[in-house]
RNA sequence: GCACCUGUAGCUCAGCUGGAUAGAGCGCUGCCCUCCGAAGGCAGAGGCCCAAGGUUCGAAUCCUUGCAGGUGCGCCA
């Protein structure tokens, strides 16, 4: 249940029995008419701006239509006061038994508690990592994993059919220089001596697929041209790259629904028809590109190319799609594949880059409208850099100092759960800070900290009223005696329980999971000012334990933030802990 | 030169399809914390929401222009 959805029904039907009683004339537009929390809470509960956005419309004073429409809400027994305000806004006061029903709801729902649907049970495809094959995940793309990951769950639990999908870019140069470079550690294995130079990838974790490479094919490629050997081991070595990253992401716990090769898409006539598309929309044709201004490359000549004329869908300017020597640009398959992705049903699709791929996306979202026709809106999110530092001090990252941060030295350092919450501490668009020490660290400035503390305080007063006697399972807890609950400081944390479906909704909708991360510190803090209450005023205490029905109210209250920090933390990929160690 | 992202308290950052007196953590100030649920708690000070125009009943939020920082810009992917 949503209690501002449900509210809102209710304003709307007061405003319909106004038309119908003359009071409004008819054919007026709801859809601009908003039920929100107030900013200040000394306003209400919720807050209706009907009146101010009706005013014009219907020809009335907004005062005028706040006062009738107050007049109706009143009549509700769900509203216990309804007051006009400053311009025009309504404000309500809700029963303290809307917040008990909430609570009820949240015990009896458990995991689903909040879910939606939003997306109607439309199919979205969610694409995100995509790193090249040619080496172990990075800081990085841990963040464009997890923040992929938890927008994948997020569009879950709003009601969308999700499909996780990891695009390998094995088609390109940077896979036959990582074939060059497991040629070498091959070599090295059969005991000959090798030099790494510029432009080959000189790291360790190479070491093991030349070892295994001779064990596979023995001296086979020894001294023998890359005409020979090339194609081979390329395949052999992208296959181990993809293993290590998958190791990877299973460390972070991500599982992808689909790994979608780019070399999978030649031979295949995929690009070709995807470029026929375009062209049969008159996209295609081939020029000259103005030479870029102010940065202009060395060697900058004009070169008559096969352009696509993405400015039609928004571009800044047309693109190439071959190369001078004919050989398709990196941008064709990448066409051909979304080209793929709207075959394949999806209704909408939403891509993850890091910060590094922006000027990319105009490109692509003129690709993919030219190729739906404008039916399948592609959203890109872009992930900014994360800045690593230990101690409070930056740490620079070095490819070549051998400093070289990867997602297994994060997620073995501070685990999983730490790592994917603290990378959702910030929007996607900002830089992130990630200080090694102070994830760790057990205090309230810490999010991931304060938000499992919460959790397993809740636990303990759980195992606490077991040992004490106390039923408290659910079934139990929803059927207790919540009228009890009539503290100001109950009925605060009940009512941003309340918040946390319409929460997920408005993060649902923006694409920004770290909205929940947001909230569940927010929560938390709620919970455990009401526990610190409990030290000064032993009556707020959860577990009276000469009092089973009223500890088991109050015990209600607290299980119905885990339920919802549980939710919240599953979204996000976070394990719950149940007991702080 | 152009495009995209960012600009909110001393610092790091939230801010809901535009809503009322703009929030949090840290830092700062004051009080509380021998025990009874303190890996602390309560309260307070602190703002020209980068600037200037515009749209609107109403703008941190939308539009235009400018300033500052970051990222990127044909034969790399």
């Known amino acids: 249940m949503n209690l501002f959805t449900d509210i809102r029904v209710l304003v709307i039907d007061s405003l319909k029995a106004m038309q119908d009683a ?38 009335r004073k907004p005062r005028d239509i706040a006062e009738a429409l107050s007049t109706r809400l009143s009549g ?18 809700l029963a303290d038994a809307e917040w008990h029903r909430v609570l009820r709801a949240a015990l009896h729902q458990r995991a689903d508690f909040g879910r939606s649907d939003l997306g109607g049970g439309r199919g979205v495809n969610v694409e995100y990592v995509s790193a090249n094959p040619t080496g172990p995940l990075h800081v990085g793309h841990t963040r464009g994993a997890v923040f992929g990951d938890a927008l994948a769950s997020l569009l879950d639990f709003v009601g969308y059919d999700v499909t996780r999908e990891y695009y390998i870019n094995d088609g390109g140069v940077q896979v036959d220089v990582l074939a060059r470079s497991v040629y070498l550690r091959y070599l090295e294995a059969h005991g000959q001596a090798v030099a790494f130079e510029d432009g080959t990838y000189p790291g360790d974790y190479l070491v093991p697929v030349g070892q295994a490479l001779k064990e ?45 090769s780019e070399k999978s898409l030649y031979g295949t006539g995929l690009i070709e028809e995807a470029i026929r598309a375009l062209d049969e929309k008159g996209l295609i044709y081939e020029g000259v590109l103005e030479p870029p201004k102010g940065k202009k490359p060395e060697d900058w000549e004009p070169r008559e190319q096969t352009l696509f004329r993405s400015t039609e869908h928004g571009d800044d300017v047309d693109r190439p ?31 993850v880059f890091g910060a590094d791929h922006g ?67 910030r929007k996607n668009d900002a830089p992130l800070d990630f200080d090694f020490d102070k994830v760790l660290e057990q205090s309230k400035e810490n999010p991931v900290f304060y938000v499992q503390y919460a959790n397993a305080r809740v636990h303990s007063v759980l195992r606490k009223a077991r040992e004490a006697g106390i039923e408290v399972d659910d079934a139990v807890l929803g059927a207790a005696e919540l009228s009890r609950l009539t503290h100001d400081m109950q009925i605060t944390v009940a009512k941003k329980v309340a918040e946390w479906p319409r929460l997920v909704e408005i993060a649902g909708r923006t694409h920004e999971p770290h909205r929940i991360a947001f909230y569940l510190y927010d929560l938390a803090s709620e919970l455990h000012a009401l526990w610190n209450r409990g030290n000064d005023e032993p009556a707020l205490r959860f577990l009276q334990e000469d009092d089973a029905a009223a500890s088991q109210a109050k015990i209600a209250l607290a299980r119905a933030v885990t339920v919802v920090i549980s939710a919240g933390l599953g979204i996000l990929g976070v394990t719950p802990v149940e007991e702080m160690r």
């Open 321 to 351: 799609i071959r190369k001078s020597d004919g050989s398709w640009t990196y941008f064709a398959p990448d066409i051909a594949y979304h080209y793929n992705k709207i075959s394949r049903g999806f209704d909408e699709l939403i891509d």
């Open 216 to 260: 596979e094919v023995g001296d086979a490629y020894v001294g023998q041209p890359e005409a020979v050997w090339l194609a081979e081991v390329r395949d052999f070595a992208t296959d181990r790259m993809m293993r290590l990253i998958r190791e990877d992401l299973a460390a972070l716990g991500v599982t992808m629904d689909y790994f979608y």
């Open 76 to 93: 509700d027994a769900r509203v216990s006061e309804a007051s006009v305000a400053g311009p025009g806004f309504l404000n309500l006061r």
């Open 22 to 59: 003359g009071e409004l004339p008819a054919g007026l537009d709801f859809g601009h008419v908003a039920v929100e929390p107030p900013r200040d809470p000394a306003h209400g509960d919720m807050a209706t701006n009907a009146a101010m956005v009706l005013a014009k419309p219907a020809g």
């Open 359 to 425: 000027g990319y996306v105009k490109r692509m979202k003129a690709a993919v409208s030219a190729l739906s026709d404008d039916r399948v809106p592609l959203d890109i999110k872009l992930t900014q850099l994360v800045k690593l530092y230990k101690d409070g001090k930056p740490f620079k990252m070095s490819k070549r100092a051998g400093t070289f941060v990867t997602m297994r030295d994060v997620v073995d350092q501070v685990g999983a759960d730490v790592t994917r919450f603290v990378m959702l501490t």
